[in-house]
């Protein structure tokens, strides 16, 4: 039987594919969790599918670091990232996919639309589940209202009603936990 000799590009690919795919995994079942204790269960098990994906997971291999999202990597090599563009059309939890044209002045420019709660709730699964899995020896419940806070000004197309809620449901979990704050999600 021959054995079959990789050079080290392959290797650090095969690495890369390999902990790409755990990453994601594990993402994906923290969200599921999280979303099951809300009673999101369809919700939970379709959350983010399109990761595994040829489109979105061969950005995972080419730019895996395991520390922050590959996309991140993508978008600094070549100003913007098609798996994030291909994910944020995919999966109504991201506030991105909440955008429209607006006509309603003279003129048209792109505005939020208020995101359905269904999917609010699961975009906080997702931020808890991101913080935790990127940050897994210093996560605590303030971690996802943090890193929301260092992008806030910035989000200019989410809408008013959808960013006041997202922030609210960020400070009781930093404040109050992740029991009471799934309790009142799930109520």
């Given at each position: 039987?021959?054995?079959?000799?990789?050079?080290?590009?392959?290797?650090?690919?095969?690495?890369?594919a390999w902990h790409h795919f755990l990453t994601i995994t594990h993402h994906k079942?923290?969200?599921?969790?999280?979303?099951?204790?809300?009673?999101?269960?369809?919700?939970?098990?379709?959350?983010?599918?399109?990761?595994?994906?040829?489109?979105?997971?061969k950005t995972g291999v080419k730019y895996y670091q395991g520390t922050r999202s590959?996309?991140?990597?993508?978008?600094?090599?070549?100003?913007?990232?098609?798996?994030?563009?291909?994910?944020?059309?995919?999966?109504?939890?991201?506030?991105?996919?909440?955008?429209?044209?607006?006509?309603?002045?003279?003129?048209?420019?792109?505005?939020?639309?208020?995101?359905?709660?269904?999917?609010?709730?699961?975009?906080?699964?997702?931020?808890?589940?991101?913080?935790?899995?990127?940050?897994?020896?210093?996560?605590?419940?303030?971690?996802?209202?943090?890193?929301?806070?260092?992008?806030?000004?910035?989000?200019?197309?989410?809408?008013?009603?959808?960013?006041?809620?997202?922030?609210?449901f960020l400070r009781m979990l930093a404040e109050k936990g992740e029991d009471r704050?799934?309790?009142?999600?799930?109520?």
């Amino acid at each position: 039987m021959s054995s079959v000799k990789l050079n080290e590009e392959e290797k650090r690919l095969l690495h890369n594919a390999w902990h790409h795919f755990l990453t994601i995994t594990h993402h994906k079942l923290v969200v599921m969790d999280g979303c099951f204790k809300v009673g999101l269960f369809k919700q939970g098990l379709l959350h983010d599918l399109s990761k595994y994906s040829w489109e979105e997971f061969k950005t995972g291999v080419k730019y895996y670091q395991g520390t922050r999202s590959p996309n991140a990597a993508e978008k600094e090599e070549k100003g913007y990232s098609s798996a994030w563009l291909h994910h944020k059309g995919r999966n109504k939890h991201h506030f991105e996919y909440w955008t429209d044209v607006s006509t309603a002045e003279d003129h048209w420019k792109i505005v939020g639309v208020k995101m359905p709660v269904n999917y609010l709730a699961e975009m906080v699964m997702d931020r808890i589940s991101a913080s935790r899995v990127y940050n897994p020896g210093t996560y605590t419940d303030q971690a996802p209202l943090a890193y929301y806070m260092k992008s806030k000004d910035r989000l200019w197309f989410i809408h008013k009603d959808t960013k006041r809620e997202l922030e609210g449901f960020l400070r009781m979990l930093a404040e109050k936990g992740e029991d009471r704050t799934l309790a009142y999600i799930r109520k």
